[in-house]
């Protein structure tokens, strides 16, 4: 009987062990690792949906639910809502043009989409291309001109390092050897360092995607949580699913 036990004690130890993806053996190439994300990466156009935002930074802080429609590579419509569901902000953009609209102000701004018009509604310094994809569970990949991958025996994952040398950027990224998903990516050039992750993956309509999304930005010092409550992938789009006509009586501002 004693023997008996500790046979059972062995097996139960050894099958919790097992409950650790294990690596395979072979280290792959960081382009064959590249090649796997980006092929999934084209599976997911976009998504409609519902989340809870919350924006933490030294100008700016706050938290409300945002209905987000999301599409590569650079469409964007939040609309924050407010405690009775009705929204009380708009930022809509085709990757080109940006707008902005404040009912309780009555003022609809209006420019180009860039990281500088982005950051007077999100204070992080990020294009519409990687606000999206940030969006859609995926950092937007750098160029490089070298790239590394090595074992991370302790977490079961590949770990794939990009760098360009001419813009002095470096970036990182944490990657299911099974599913391809990035799981974490770090991102890195002069007086500026992020960081991204995904968690809480859910299987949703055929795709693996984290209902929890952390931005952090150490310079400059914001943080971004995104916590999706529900979600359509890749939906069908309408013609106005990216415009923001100007109300009537409204004062349009450019954006300078």
Request: glycine share 6%; hydrophobic share 45%; charged share 20%.
């Amino acid at each position: 009987m004693r023997i008996w036990l500790l046979s059972l004690l062995f097996f139960l130890v050894i099958s919790g062990c097992a409950t650790l993806p294990l690596l395979p053996p072979e280290t792959p190439s960081p382009e064959f690792l590249l090649h796997q994300i980006r092929t999934r990466l084209q599976t997911l156009e976009g998504l409609k949906g519902l989340a809870q935002v919350k924006v933490s930074a030294a100008e700016k802080s706050f938290h409300a639910q945002e209905v987000l429609f999301v599409r590569r590579p650079g469409w964007l419509r939040a609309e924050s809502l407010g405690p009775l569901g009705t929204p009380q902000f708009y930022l809509v953009t085709d990757g080109r043009e940006l707008s902005l609209y404040n009912p309780g102000e009555n003022r609809y701004y209006w420019g180009w989409a860039t990281a500088k018009h982005l950051s007077l509604a999100l204070p992080l310094a990020l294009e519409p291309e990687e606000v999206v994809s940030l969006l859609l569970g995926d950092p937007l990949l750098i160029d490089y001109d070298l790239a590394s991958t090595r074992r991370d025996g302790e977490e079961g994952l590949w770990t794939v390092e990009l760098a360009s040398t001419s813009r002095r950027e470096r970036q990182i990224l944490w990657v299911n050897p099974f599913s391809w998903h990035i799981l974490r990516a770090e991102f890195y050039r002069p007086a500026l360092s992020q960081r991204l992750i995904f968690e809480d993956f859910h299987r949703i309509q055929g795709f693996l995607f984290p209902q929890k999304i952390q931005f952090t930005s150490f310079e400059p010092v914001a943080r971004l949580t995104v916590e999706y409550l529900e979600m359509e992938l890749n939906p069908r789009w309408t013609a106005q699913d990216f415009q923001l006509p100007v109300p009537r009586g409204t004062t349009v501002i450019p954006l300078q």
